[in-house]
């Protein structure tokens, strides 16, 4: 038998059956104890391959992806922001966005969940199965201008042109110099109808020329992020100001608003 076993497990290991092999031990245990059927077994012992295989797929993707933090849709609280659609969030939860590779746009001023959104969209991707890719657009910006001055743009666009989802958070914070803004016409027009972008602002359409420098290329640039694309903008308090009041830092009952919350972003 136990020649048989060591056997066995040389064999899982060749095959790189890893959590058959280690999960062997309790299901031959166990099989002595229920007595199941032959194919019921083997089904039992390469299903635990099938879920730790998926499981490290999922990590790997998570890892990769480079959110900040991890929060989900089921972690948003949508009773505290009413101006959110929930029937637009559970269309996008569908994913049918990432198929058609449309865009979501989160507009909103600080703290009323954009990023939380943003991110809780490229988990729900993951999940789903495709690959996605978090980063600021400041970030991008000094990333992409790097490369560029070094001669490698198109080798480091790669890096925002192959996941199915790419983040774009935080644009219009603060303004893109020129290059920078030539950069991210560049990303934007590759990624057109080829992969979804899922972008967070805290300035309105109109406002867009202030990022960009110039109107021509704002408008071109929302010329093609628009075209299949969802707005979802949130008109709310900051739930960053609620948490304050509540630990008892704010004074309670006033409805404090960050300076601007007032003038919340319109399409
Ligand atoms: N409706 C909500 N339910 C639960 N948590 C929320 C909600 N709105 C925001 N949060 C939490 O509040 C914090 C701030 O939200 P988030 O970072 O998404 O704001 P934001 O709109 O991106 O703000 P900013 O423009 O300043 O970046 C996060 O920790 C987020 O998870
Ligand atoms: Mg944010």
């Known amino acids: 038998m136990n020649l048989l076993l060591e056997k066995l497990h040389g064999t899982l290991t060749a095959l790189e059956l890893t959590a058959a092999d280690a999960g062997l031990a309790a299901h031959l245990e166990r099989a002595g104890k229920e007595e199941p059927s032959y194919a019921q077994f083997l089904c039992d012992l390469l299903e635990e391959e ?10 790997t993707r998570l890892r990769v992806a480079h959110l900040p ?19 637009q969030i559970r269309e996008l939860e569908t994913l049918r966005f990432v198929q058609e590779a449309s865009n979501v746009i989160l507009l909103g001023p600080p703290g009323v969940g954009k990023t939380h959104l943003a991110i809780a969209l490229a988990i729900a991707a993951i999940r789903g199965g495709s690959s996605a890719y978090f980063a600021t657009a400041h970030d991008l910006g000094v990333e992409l201008g790097k490369a560029a001055r070094e001669g490698r743009l198109a080798e480091k666009l790669r890096v925002y042109l192959r996941p199915k989802v790419l983040v774009v958070d935080e644009v219009g914070y603060l303004p893109l110099d020129k290059v920078g803004a030539t950069i991210f016409f560049q990303l934007i027009s590759a990624r057109y109808e080829r992969g979804s ?3 967070t602002s805290n300035k309105s359409y109109g406002d867009w020329g202030e990022i960009f420098g110039e109107l021509t290329l704002a408008s071109a640039i929302l010329d093609r992020l628009l075209h299949h694309s969802t707005t979802i903008n949130i008109r709310g308090e900051s739930y960053r100001l609620r948490e ?4 008892g830092l704010l004074p309670g009952g006033a409805r404090e608003r960050p300076p601007g919350a007032e003038e919340a972003a319109t399409p």
Do not use: G
């Open 244 to 247: 304050r009041r509540k630990a």
């Open 197 to 199: 972008i899922v972008l």
């Open 50 to 59: 099938r879920t730790a295989r998926q499981d490290r797929v999922l990590a």
């Open 69 to 87: 933090y991890q929060k989900t849709l089921e972690q948003f609280d949508f009773a505290f922001q009413p101006s959110i659609d929930r029937r």
